[in-house]
């Protein structure tokens, strides 16, 4: 558990009890000093993973807040970078404290913090790049990352939220600019991200289509879906009808991309979570790979624009605090819900990590932090 200054009280019951600030070059100090986590020291399995006790705590930086975790998700991403995905990244600065999803209380502000405060209920999601993450007592995250956390939700039903809706919000909202009337298509909408990108497409007023598979397909019309396909059991090509202002492909496999761009009216946004830029850095290096992945875009979108009048996009989740507020109004509201599938003490991290890598829980998997 954390290790505190003697006279921290149990409960963050005001500002003064909770924090102690030294200015020192903008930082600002914090009475808690170190905590629980969950480190990655190497790339493998899931028996990797070290919970370890006293992990330091930084002093936040003037936008940064400090957050009490109370339950934090376990997304793909996290797993994927577990096993090595951006390994030229990320390999030498190990160990790195996974996840990315958090719900919790503000243990504490930094100097320049002023829409949120000590002891109140917040969600919110990390950059993916970010080095030291949500499986821990004590997370840091910046302002526009975090939100007031729904009243009408729990903090494991929060958690489930923010990461997921925030990627596809890039996506539909920032890239594409969906709009009202509008006809969307979201390839892979049995995923967390697809899911949310259904419901935020039907909330923007949207007439959405969604591929899945057969399990799914009651849950994706319950979302208000107009069109459910079962990939493993129709013909895509066959079963889908019209064509399509935005094109959001969770999935990205080359059948699928040449699905949805055939689909696409003129004028309208291909965009797909599966950007070669990770994978080409790890296989060639920064140097060589970043500038690969760059001309590959460039090459698409050219071709595409050329060939089918339409935008092609790689996208990536990143904060928006004016997205993170209408995220948090659909859930508050009941229009933007992320079903928890099994919840997992932070002890069992490595079983949680088991169950998403076999696939023995298909949904959304829960880290608790008593």
């Known amino acids: ?63 940064e807040v ?7 998700s376990i997304n793909p991403l996290d797993t994927r970078m577990r096993a090595g995905y951006g390994r030229s990244v990320f390999e030498p600065l190990l160990p790195l404290v996974l996840g990315r999803d958090v719900s919790g209380e503000v243990a504490a502000v930094g100097t320049s913090v002023h829409s949120l405060s000590v002891g109140q209920e917040v969600f919110g999601a990390l950059h993916p790049t970010a080095l030291r993450g949500t ?96 990939y493993t059991a129709e013909d895509i090509e066959v079963a889908l009808k019209g064509k399509f202002d935005a094109v959001f492909d969770t999935i990205g496999l080359p059948e699928t991309e040449r699905t949805g761009i055939n689909f696409l009216k003129r004028g309208g946004h291909y965009m797909t979570l599966q950007g070669e830029a990770a994978a080409l850095t ?27 009048g339409i935008e092609y996009w790689w996208t990536y989740m990143r904060a928006d605090s004016d ?3 209408e995220i948090r109004r659909l859930s508050e509201i009941g229009k933007l819900k992320m079903p928890v599938e099994k919840t997992f003490p932070i002890a069992q991290v490595r079983d949680a990590h088991e169950a998403k890598d076999s696939r023995r829980v298909p949904g959304k998997v829960v880290l608790e932090l008593d």
């Not at 909770?18 to 930082?27: D, Q």
């Not at 296989?283 to 979108?301: D, E, F, H, M, N």
């Open 282 to 308: 790890d296989r060639y290096g920064l140097v060589v790979g970043l500038p690969l992945a760059t001309s590959i875009l460039l090459k698409k979108q050219i071709q595409y624009r050329y060939s089918h």
């Open 135 to 230: 499986y821990t007592d004590y997370a840091v995250l910046s302002e526009e990352e975090l939100a007031a956390k729904p009243a009408s939700i729990t903090h494991v039903e929060a958690r489930a939220i923010p990461f997921a809706a925030l990627t596809a919000w890039r996506a539909l909202m920032s890239t594409a600019r969906i709009a009202d009337g509008q006809r969307l298509l979201v390839i892979g909408g049995g995923g967390a991200v697809g899911f949310a990108a259904i419901q935020l497409g039907v909330a923007a007023g949207c007439y959405v289509t969604t591929t899945c598979g057969g399990n799914s397909v009651a849950r994706m019309l319950e979302s208000g879906a107009e069109q459910a396909v079962d």
């Open 323 to 325: 997205g993170l507020a």
């Open 1 to 63: 558990m954390p290790r505190r200054m003697r006279f921290l009280r149990p409960h963050f019951s005001s500002r003064k009890a909770v924090v102690s600030r030294l200015w020192n070059s903008g930082f600002t100090r914090h009475i808690v000093t170190s905590c629980r986590a969950v480190l990655l020291p190497r790339f493998g399995g899931p028996v990797v993973l070290e919970l370890r006790d006293n992990v330091d705590v930084p002093p936040l930086k003037p936008n």
């Open 66 to 72: 400090l957050v009490r975790v109370r339950a934090a």
